[in-house]
């Protein structure tokens, strides 16, 4: 079953899992489009062009867009 899933963020949510100087931030995914979820993979990049007050809806390969659509 397809489902849209309606994303607003354009880029990754950054995660601290300790103050050790070790340790590296996590970064999540917030726009949808990483080939890695829920981790970032850098694909928020795609988002760039995107005009506010669209829905912009991606293909199954989250890399290419298929239809732009008036936001409801």
Do not use: W
Request: charged letters at 30%; aromatic letters at 6%.
């Amino acid at each position: 079953m397809a489902r849209l899933v309606r994303h607003d963020a354009t880029g990754p949510y950054k995660i601290d899992i300790g103050s050790l100087p070790k340790d590296k931030p996590i970064f999540i995914c917030g726009c949808g489009l990483s080939q890695n979820l829920p981790f970032c993979d850098g694909s928020h990049k795609g988002c760039r062009s995107e005009e506010a007050g669209k829905l912009y809806v991606y293909g199954a390969d989250r890399g290419t867009v298929i239809e732009i659509r008036e936001q409801e």
